[in-house]
């Protein structure tokens, strides 16, 4: 997550506030560099909680400071700058509005495919064009080899490690990179009709609402702001301390259909 220092103000009526949530002591955690250990480690948390971290993932820290350098200066820029890489069609720049069934939060983003090819540089700027392409290769070998761990625990069909990981491999996949720009939550001196009455009661707004993803896994990269909830087998939503060391997994609902 990326969070600037002004605030922005659109509509409220239209955005959700936080639940409730507890903190979550423990989540789970896997060194990918204890392969036989890690195997078992990621299917029990995929079992429990949906929900993982993983360390040694052999990507720069020094790498993912660039990009996130990077991607600072492109929300730092006048908001008719940024809208000229938008709206997404699928891929762009977006403000508020979350996809195409009219949903809202208070957020703004990048969403770029995958494919090299298909990220135009006329969208970012060459620079973060570049580190983009380098993220997007060092974090799919990663997937790959979390999903191949994934296929050998679960016995998906004789000698197919890579019946998972070979989804994400093929040029022809659905998969996209998206960063997400979650700004600071207006204070309640504006005298705001509708946004007093939420911030008197201590409620935020929701940056990106609850939602499950369609795909077979999801990749998240925080920063040492927090702000990300998951929600366990009972219902309870608990937030998850931020790790800008790690980075987050999160089962999607197609990979949840091998269980």
């Known amino acids: 997550m990326v969070v600037l220092s002004q605030p922005v103000l659109d509509n409220l009526a239209h955005f959700e506030t ?11 955690a896997v060194d990918l560099s204890d392969y036989s250990n890690a195997k078992k480690l990621i299917l029990e948390a995929c ?22 350098s990077e991607v600072v200066e492109f929300f730092k820029l006048p908001q008719q700058e940024k809208e000229k890489s938008g709206p997404p ?16 939060g208070w957020v703004e983003y990048l969403l770029l495919s995958t494919d090299a090819k298909s990220i135009c540089p006329g969208i970012i700027s060459d620079t973060l064009w570049r580190l983009v392409n380098e993220y997007v290769c060092a974090v799919r070998k990663m997937v790959c080899e979390v999903l191949e761990m ?40 504006n005298n705001n009709q509708i946004l007093q009455p939420l911030l008197m009661n201590g409620q935020d707004l929701i940056g990106f609402g609850e939602h499950t993803d369609p795909q077979i896994i999801s990749v998240v990269k925080s920063n040492n702001t927090s702000g990300l909830q998951i929600c366990l087998k009972d219902g309870t939503w608990v937030a998850v301390p931020p790790d800008p060391t790690s980075f987050f997994f999160i089962v999607g609902d ?5 269980d």
């Open 89 to 104: 069609s699928p891929f762009g720049y977006g403000n508020k509005k979350i996809g195409p069934n009219g949903d809202v």
């Open 150 to 189: 994934i296929a050998e625990e679960l016995k998906i069909g004789p000698n197919n490690k890579d019946m998972l990981s070979k989804l994400i491999k093929n040029e022809k996949s659905d998969s996209c990179f998206r960063v997400n720009h979650y700004p600071p939550c207006p204070d309640n001196n």
């Open 18 to 28: 936080c639940k409730p949530t507890g903190e979550i002591n423990i989540i789970p």
């Open 254 to 258: 197609s990979l949840q259909e091998f």
């Open 47 to 68: 079992k429990e909680f949906g929900f993982f971290k993983v360390t040694n993932h052999g990507v720069s820290m020094e790498f993912l400071d660039r990009l996130e």
